[in-house]
């Protein structure tokens, strides 16, 4: 079955310093691959997408993922970190269904002063 | 433009009660889907409508049923509710049937409790 794996699902780093959330994705064929974050109380608001075109995509905010098909990941990173990214991620695939997004379980980061 | 709007905001719902849960999504968008996250969990893929037809269903009972009216607006239906039912009930709406080229856009979702 396709699934996404999130690596940790609590994360904590300093302010200023790197963040680093992991996701995994299973197939055999590359799927659409998104990242969403969730602020409390609210939906899930996207922060950036990848459809074969580059393989290093940046986003909204300052984060910025890289598809490596050899690894089966689509990590997401931000060079340096800010209070205001306390959120929850999510990692998510389509593999052109219609638009039925796979996601996985969601990583909290927390940021500390 | 407005946002992807959802209401209820919350509801408390007594078990074996119906729900019904309201979408309107963003203006020039014709596709809806709906989405259950269980707190704690990833959203878990319901239902998807496109054009007012049925494009795609996730792994749910048929409790849960769905429409789209000709404004593309939706509504998500769950019967004779269940304790496990508690759940985020997010909506989503996307230009185009599919969510590869054209994202999806989330609403703030519908807080919902059985007791």
């Known amino acids: 079955a396709q699934s996404v794996t999130q690596l940790g699902s609590h994360v904590s780093v300093s302010e200023g310093a790197l963040v680093l959330l992991r996701c995994n994705y299973s197939s055999s064929v590359p799927p659409y691959l998104f990242w969403y974050v969730q602020y409390p109380n609210q939906g899930l608001q996207l922060l950036l997408k990848y459809t074969s075109a580059a393989t290093l995509v940046k986003g909204i905010n300052g984060f910025e993922a890289e598809f490596k098909k050899s690894e089966t990941s689509f990590h997401l990173t931000k060079p340096s970190a800010h209070m205001s990214d306390a959120a929850e991620y999510f990692c998510?695939?389509?593999?052109?269904?219609?638009?039925?997004?796979?996601f996985g379980q969601g990583t909290e980061l927390s940021v500390k002063p | 433009d407005a946002g992807v709007t959802q209401s209820p905001t919350h509801l408390i719902k007594t078990r074996g009660q119906h729900v019904t849960l309201r979408c309107s999504p963003i203006?020039?968008?014709?596709?809806v889907s709906w989405y259950q996250q269980v707190l704690g969990q990833g959203p878990q893929f319901i239902f998807q409508?496109?054009?007012?037809?049925?494009?795609g269903r996730g792994n749910f009972p048929d409790r849960f049923s769905a429409r789209q009216f000709p404004n593309y607006s939706s509504e998500l239906n769950v019967n004779a509710l269940l304790l496990g039912d508690s759940a985020l009930y997010l909506c989503?709406?996307?230009?185009?049937?599919?969510?590869?080229?054209?994202?999806?856009?989330f609403g703030n979702g519908t807080r919902l409790t059985v007791t």
């Open positions: 998510a695939v389509s593999y052109n269904q219609g638009g039925k997004l796979i």
């Open positions: 409508y496109y054009e007012k037809e049925e494009r």
């Open positions: 203006s020039g968008h014709k596709s």
């Open positions: 989503a709406s996307s230009p185009h049937g599919s969510s590869n080229n054209s994202p999806l856009h």
